[in-house]
């Protein structure tokens, strides 16, 4: 499978937790994205890299969050002391930049469970 | 970005085309319009964009008014496996300064019932 994977698919942790989260990406797409859903909604931004450089983190992202894609490959992201209210969907998804970044290739989730 | 406005849920008979509409009203000369769609559980899938011009691909096909205001994603072929939320996504060309996110309304349900 060539697509963009996330690795757990599911995690169930307690309040107050750390939790970190994997994305491997399209391996030729230099651009990857991070973002949240919760239920009934639409996917939200969160903050995106271009190679190794986080250029963009939206308000969403709390000082408990933070991403790193470390050599411009997979990227991980991290929640410090989590909340139920971080209970969502993360999606990660990957593009070209040089075809504009419209056509963005999502992998399959992380589900978080905050209990 | 411009603002889209898409109905909450539509039904489709199977092997029926699929006809899903937006109205984006305020779009700008230089934005193009984006169609996604998310099956339960799944991450969203890229479907088609244009710019004015209709497009087709194997997908689907995407028709723009000439005022571009509005567009209409067809499905020629429903089948259940189309069964999802659809996003039109309003977004400026080009890969520079901040354009680089997706930005998803609520979007539309399609049912596709047998």
């Known amino acids: 499978d060539t697509g963009v994977s996330q690795d757990p698919r599911h995690k169930i942790t307690k309040r107050g937790q750390n939790v970190t989260f994997r994305c491997d990406p399209i391996s030729e797409h230099n651009r990857l994205y991070w973002y949240r859903q919760t239920l009934g909604q639409g996917p939200e931004f969160l903050t995106y890299f271009q190679n190794e450089a986080q250029l963009e983190k939206s308000r969403l992202l709390s000082d408990r969050f933070s991403a790193e894609r470390p050599k411009g490959s997979f990227s991980t992201l991290e929640i410090q002391r989590t909340e139920q209210g971080d209970s969502a969907m993360y999606l990660c998804a990957s593009s070209l930049a040089r075809f504009g970044g419209g056509e963005q290739y999502f992998g399959p989730g992380t589900r978080l469970t905050v209990t | 970005d411009a603002k889209t406005t898409q109905p909450t849920s539509m039904d489709c008979a199977e092997g029926r085309a699929a006809n899903l509409p937006c109205n984006h009203s305020t779009i700008s000369g230089n934005e193009y319009v984006y169609w996604y769609r998310q099956i339960h559980s799944q991450g969203p899938q890229y479907i088609i964009h244009?710019?004015?011009n209709n497009e087709t691909n194997e997908m689907a096909s995407l028709i723009i008014t000439e005022d571009r205001k509005s567009s209409t994603l067809i499905l020629p072929h429903a089948t259940l496996r189309d069964t999802a939320v659809y996003y039109c996504i309003v977004r400026v060309a080009g890969s520079g300064g901040s354009n680089y996110k997706l930005t998803f309304g609520k979007g539309t349900l399609l049912t596709v019932n047998p």
């Open positions: 244009g710019l004015k």
